[in-house]
Structure formats: C-alpha cells, structure tokens
C-alpha cells in the first residue's frame, strides 16, 4: 500500500498552533495531499495562518469545510475538549478524520466515535505518531520474530520540562479545555501506546500515583502557545488553582505475565522531551531514547551487547518503509506525522486495505487505561483496564 501511487487528496486543519503547523509541514511533505482550509479560533488567527504558509482559505467555523464537498479529510488540532464534537460532526458529514490524541476526553465519548466511523466506513486515524520512528518498527518487528523471547518487564519514562515554573502556561492546565488529566493523558497515552503497540500485549491493570507539583499558576493574560518559551515574564497575570497532575508514576499488569513500571513528569528540569523506554525478553532486550531516535541499544546475556543505528538496509525488511533516507541521514519528530500522514491517506485510497496506522479504537484503548489510572489513583489501590465492549471492531 505504501509507496505506490495515489490520487490527490484535499484536507482542511482546524486548530492553528504548534500541531496545526507540525500537521501541515508534514502533509505538504507528502505531495499528493492539499490543505486548502485552516479553521483557527477566530477569523483574524485564520487569516494570519493562511497567508503566513500560503493557504486559499481560512475560517472560524469548522462547519465550512465539513460542508465542502471538495474537502476529503480533516485534521483535528484543537484543544482536547473540542476533539470529540468536531470529530463526530466530521463524520455524521462523511469526511476522513485523523484526530490528534487524546481522541477524546472520556471513554463513553471515544466509543461513540469508534462505533460511529465504523458505522459511516471512514478511515480514522488517532495520531500516536511515534510509533513510526524506524527504529521504533524494527523493534516492533524484533518481537514479532521473536527475537526478543518472552516479555518480561518493560519500563521507563517520559520526561519534559516546559510547565517547570509557576509562570508556565498552557491550555493544557485547564481541565475544561484539557479534560481531567494532565500529563498522563498528554504524554503518558504516548508512553503506554507504545508499549502495548511494541510488546503486542495489553495493560491489564494498573496502580498509579499523581502529583500535582504546582496546585497554582500565574495565567497571563493573552494567549500563550505550547513549547512557546523557556523563561517567560508576563507583565500582567493572574493566580489560578490549576486540579491537573503535572508527574505521575505507575506500575502495571502487562499480559498475562509481564510487568512494568513507568513516570511521567512536565516539571523534569533539563529534560526538553526524554521518551524512554526499555523492554526485556527472555532472548534479548532493546532500550530506546527519543532524544537520539536513530540509536537503538541490544542487550544480550552471554554474547556482547550491540549498538544499532538506523540504516535502512540493516532494518528488519517491515520496518524499511518506515525510513526514507539512508543510513547517517537522521529522521526524527516530524518524519514521524509524515509517516502516519501517508499510511492514512493510502488506507483511504484503498480501502480494503489493511491499515498500518494507530486508529480510533487506539484512542480508546488509552483513554480506558488513562480512566484506570485516575481510578487508581483516587482509591490509592490497584484498578483494571476495562476492555472495550464486544460490538466494536478489533483492531
């Protein structure tokens, strides 16, 4: 499916920060798909981004280019809150979604648009980009050949330090724009995501611990963007309870028989954005760091351990796709977005294709364990993962 022609494509990006950006670099990257519309929070934010990247159009209204008919597919870069209304409303209008995570911001509204693009037979993509690291699908492919063996333990963290002090903003910090959790629904759905997509197995319970460090923030008043700066000095502000967690650690029930151990923290000094994780077989075992995204560490019982970088050639022969340079040309965040980008829109032009992309139902899946933590952490014990009911479609 990937790397064969495709028809051309239009799509329309509704939210105008940094993802809008990062999603529209990515597709014009690809060659076959337009962005034609920006929809932003007011028409002033629209047209700025429009004639600032050279877009025909731009809008206020996300129900412009659910209503046109030229329109294919539609990203949704919002706010965590509005991902649930748009995306419903993008599929009651027949429009492909690709929905940045979290899909939703409850497990009552992920199953709604799971049963609903199955219901309409539309592509639907959650965007768990990192995933598409090639290195990242070479260990994928590890297992899957069994070069790994058994899993035992899998563990790590995923690090930042961008809401650090209490002059750091973002409408992350509000749970009305943002939903109950911080950062382990920001970062921490990334973390578990990728482990049960690398190990093949599931989280079947969890105990989890959250802090919030910071239970105050000083809110400036105009708007501020994520990653926007590191020592901000607003001139006017004001004190705001903040009820989200800023760190979180847990422990969990993987299958049957594994186990792991992860922290997520947004208050880690130093650490711009640390995503760590090491997975341990009964063969072999693999540790990996976004920071260096092309290195991937080996570690052996009896035998030396190795250092692989990425090299097309050298990856396992499913994770070449993944790669579109050669071996010492680097490939990191952004290559990523392109990555699901092509694999989506090629699920599209082919349908019965199967698709190699995080869907909605991955969206779910992290929500329902995201509820399990919280859960957990209220009653201070260990919580099960619900699964998802039996009348929706597996993954």
Known sequence: M???AMRAFTAAIIGSGFMGRTHLEALRRLGNVQVTTIVAGTLEKARAFAEAHGLPGASADFHDVLNSPSVDAVHICTPNALHFPIAKAALLAGKHVLCEKPLAISVAEAQELVALAADKNLRNCTCYNLRSYPVVQHIRRMREDGDLGD??????????????????????LESRHNGPSGVMADIGSHWCDMIEHLTGLRIQSICADLQTFLPVRKRPKHSVESFAGKLPSPSDYESVAVHTEDFGSAIFRLGERARGAFTVSQVAAGRKNSFRFEIFGTKASIAWDGERPDELWIGNRNVNNQILIKDPSLLKPAAQPYADYPGGHSE?????????????????????????FPQ???????????????ESHRHHGWMNV??????LPAC
Do not use: C, H, M
Not at 151 to 172: E, K, P
Not at 333 to 345: G, H, L, P, S, W
């Open 360 to 374: 909605f139902q991955d969206g779910l899946r992290q929500i329902q364990i995201l509820e399990a933590a919280l």
């Open 2 to 4: 990937v790397g064969v």
């Open 386 to 391: 619900t699964e998802s009911p039996s009348w």
């Open 151 to 172: 899993i035992l333990v899998a563990q790590g963290a995923y690090s930042q330090d961008w809401l650090l002090y209490d002059t750091d903003w973002n409408w992350r």
């Open 332 to 356: 990191g965040y952004d290559d990523t977005f392109k990555q699901v980008f092509r694999r989506f829109y090629a699920a599209i032009e082919y349908p019965a294709a199967k698709p190699d």
